[in-house]
């Protein structure tokens, strides 16, 4: 029992509210919400040192022992994700306070924005796959919110697709929550788990397991991404980052929750399946990376090649892989909120996201210019940035799982990555000045710091990967033996 | 009761595949209901007490489901308000509730 391991879902919602009866004072909720990312941040930090020296951390809510009640738990795995949560949240709230608009704070964008990381930390966080749906709903709604607020035409029109595909996966994933409940008569993570292992997993549970992944992928865009490209080019840039970069990756968190803990007995059957889909996102993605001349497409596709490389690496479920998958997604949750600041500033700047109709900005924004190379360079997995270490790992569990097309394919995508990226720095930053400092639609004051801090952030993850590998080893440790997720939440008299 | 839930399936999606905003919105509500039911069915409709401590039942209900059923009504409710409200206002601004007329090729 660990008190700590329920804050990161305590305090935004807690600031939310808050801020929710004070509607005018704008100042208050920019501070409030600053503090409570920062209040989170650090008790996650102090959780991942807990955990680092006692094991997994748990905490039964009520009091009500592991499979009766629900019980919030703390890995490796979720701690890490929910620091890094903190961290780009940070990042998009320093950005929004000087884009996001009067209009849009006096109408709770702030609030909207900590029920949003309070349903993205309860996911990562959760031992219970109904309380993950619940954790889910709040996410989503924040987001259906998040996604119309401003209600422009081509918010409204985007926010009525993305929220029906949201509802419908929403249902599936409570008819495969009944199924399960049915089959196993438990809802609780590591007692599926027990159970699971029990029983077998028969034909009849490996059904039930792909329409889990049919949900899952839905919610993170693994081939069922058709959604995905026109409902995050509506938002506002620091909406669309924070999409970007935490809503995809709650999706896949739990594939790979799901897929490590509960239905790992048939990996030639569901983790071939998760292989064959991710290769297929990765290609179709970067097909649409490289095909289209708008920013916004571009950088939306990449978010599904991204989605497509991690569930590479979880789909080898080899040590290698998962170690790759994690590496990554922490350097994916990074760098894809980077790279759609700095490709929403360069919208905000020209006022057009047409490729064709931007040259030249370097000569009056270097620093823009040059994070954006280093961002594209950090995307496409070049040394010394932080993808590179993510895709080695990844590029050797598919290796050593036998999946060598796998691995191939997110080698040749990554190269038509790097090509689709480049092609927004060429286009957009070399070439003739069009653009004289008084013609441009907007400043960069203000909105360049929270770049810089997530451009050093990549860096430094490239750098020092050897600083974090011994938290990622424990994580990855933890995924590919159920049992110490099992012990730490049942205790010991239930484990045989 | 899983024939009623099939039904319910059935007329749902024909409703989502229409094309009319409302029809969708109501298909989305009848699928939920369905779903609902599911989760009841699925968890063993059971005859018996509250599963409490003192009351002295040879069998008890599982009240798991109905805790579930009752979850998911409620966030199955929100959800169709605002979707409701939401597409209200996109047939304000953009004058059509047509899933055709959304589809937004036109500014590409």
Same mark, same amino acid.
């Given at each position: 029992m660990n008190n700590l391991v329920i804050l990161p879902i305590i305090i935004p919602i807690l600031t939310g509210m808050i801020m929710v009866i004070f509607r005018k004072k704008i100042i208050l909720h920019r501070f409030l919400s600053v503090f409570s990312v920062f209040a989170i941040g650090i008790s996650t930090f102090l959780l991942i040192l807990q955990i680092e020296t006692s094991g997994i951390q748990t905490l039964h809510l009520g009091g009500w022992e592991a499979p009766f009640g629900v019980s919030m738990v703390a890995d490796m795995l979720s701690a890490l994700l929910v620091l890094t949560t903190s961290i780009v949240s940070l990042c998009c709230l320093l950005y929004a306070f000087h884009s996001i608009g009067r209009e849009r704070e006096l109408n709770y964008f702030y609030p909207l924005f900590m029920f949003l990381i309070t349903g993205v930390n309860g996911s990562f966080m959760t031992g219970d796959i109904f309380n993950l749906f619940v954790c889910f709903e709040v996410m989503l709604v924040s987001s259906y919110v998040l996604i119309s607020l401003g209600g422009t035409g081509i918010q409204l029109r985007e926010s009525i697709k993305y929220i029906l595909i949201n509802i419908i996966s929403s249902f599936l994933f409570l008819v495969a929550v009944a199924y399960l409940y049915a089959m196993t008569g438990t809802l609780n993570f590591a007692h599926l788990s027990i159970r699971v292992a029990e029983v077998g997993q028969d034909g009849l549970m490996t059904t039930v397991a792909i329409l889990f992944?049919?949900?899952?992928?839905?919610?993170?865009?693994?081939?069922?991404?058709?959604?995905?490209?026109?409902?995050?080019?509506?938002?506002?840039?620091?909406?669309? &980052? #924070?999409? !970007?970069?935490?809503?995809?990756?709650?999706?896949?968190?739990?594939?790979?929750? =799901?897929?490590?803990? $509960?239905?790992?007995?048939?990996?030639?059957?569901?983790?071939?399946?998760?292989?064959?889909?991710?290769?297929?996102?990765?290609?179709?993605? &970067? #097909?649409? !990376?490289?095909?289209?001349?708008?920013?916004?497409?571009?950088?939306?596709?990449? =978010?599904?090649?991204? $989605?497509?490389?991690?569930?590479?690496?979880?789909?080898?479920?080899?040590?290698?892989g998962m170690t790759g998958s994690l590496y990554y997604l922490i350097h994916d949750m990074i760098v894809k909120a980077l790279i759609f600041l700095l490709g929403g500033t360069i919208i905000h700047l020209t006022g057009t996201d047409k490729l064709r109709e931007i040259s030249g900005l370097i000569k009056l924004h270097p620093g823009l210019g040059w994070m954006f190379f280093i961002a594209a360079l950090s995307l496409s997995g070049i040394p010394p940035l932080s993808g590179l270490i993510g895709k080695i790992f990844i590029t050797e569990g598919t290796f050593q799982a036998g999946y060598f097309w796998l691995g191939g394919i997110g080698l040749i995508t990554s190269l038509m990555v790097l090509y689709s990226i480049m092609k927004i720095f060429m286009k957009g930053f070399w070439g003739y000045t069009e653009l004289s400092e008084e013609e441009e639609k907007g400043t960069t004051k203000g909105l360049l710091l929270p770049m810089g801090i997530l451009t050093m952030l990549t860096i430094a993850l490239g750098l020092g990967a050897e600083g974090i590998h011994d938290y990622v080893y424990l994580a990855v440790e933890g995924l590919m033996d159920p049992s110490f997720y099992i012990k730490a939440v049942m205790g010991n008299h239930l484990v045989q | 009761?899983?024939?009623?839930?099939?039904?319910?399936?059935?007329?749902?999606?024909?409703?989502?595949?229409?094309?009319?905003?409302?029809?969708?919105?109501?298909?989305?509500?009848?699928?939920?209901?369905?779903?609902?039911?599911?989760?009841?069915?699925?968890?063993?409709?059971?005859?018996?007490?509250?599963?409490?401590?003192?009351?002295?039942?040879?069998?008890?209900?599982?009240?798991?489901?109905?805790?579930?059923?009752?979850?998911?009504?409620?966030?199955?409710?929100a959800t169709t308000a605002l979707f409701l409200v939401l597409s209200y206002r996109a047939y304000k601004v953009l004058g059509t509730d047509d899933t055709e007329q959304l589809r937004g090729v036109e500014n590409e």
């Open positions: 992944l049919i949900v899952f992928s839905l919610k993170a865009g693994l081939f069922l991404f058709y959604w995905l490209p026109d409902s995050y080019s509506a938002p506002p840039t620091a909406v669309a &980052a #924070i999409f !970007a970069a935490l809503l995809t990756k709650v999706g896949i968190y739990a594939i790979i929750r =799901v897929f490590t803990l $509960v239905f790992y007995h048939e990996p030639e059957i569901t983790h071939l399946f998760i292989g064959i889909l991710a290769g297929v996102t990765m290609l179709l993605g &970067a #097909i649409g !990376a490289v095909a289209f001349w708008d920013i916004k497409r571009i950088l939306t596709y990449n =978010v599904i090649v991204g $989605v497509g490389f991690i569930l590479a690496g979880t789909a080898s479920y080899t040590t290698e | 009761m899983s024939i009623l839930v099939g039904i319910l399936f059935a007329i749902g999606i024909y409703l989502i595949l229409t094309k009319t905003l409302l029809r969708i919105i109501l298909g989305t509500s009848i699928l939920g209901h369905g779903v609902n039911l599911l989760i009841i069915t699925m968890g063993g409709l059971k005859k018996g007490g509250p599963p409490l401590l003192g009351i002295k039942n040879l069998t008890y209900a599982d009240s798991l489901p109905q805790a579930l059923l009752l979850t998911a009504i409620v966030i199955n409710f």
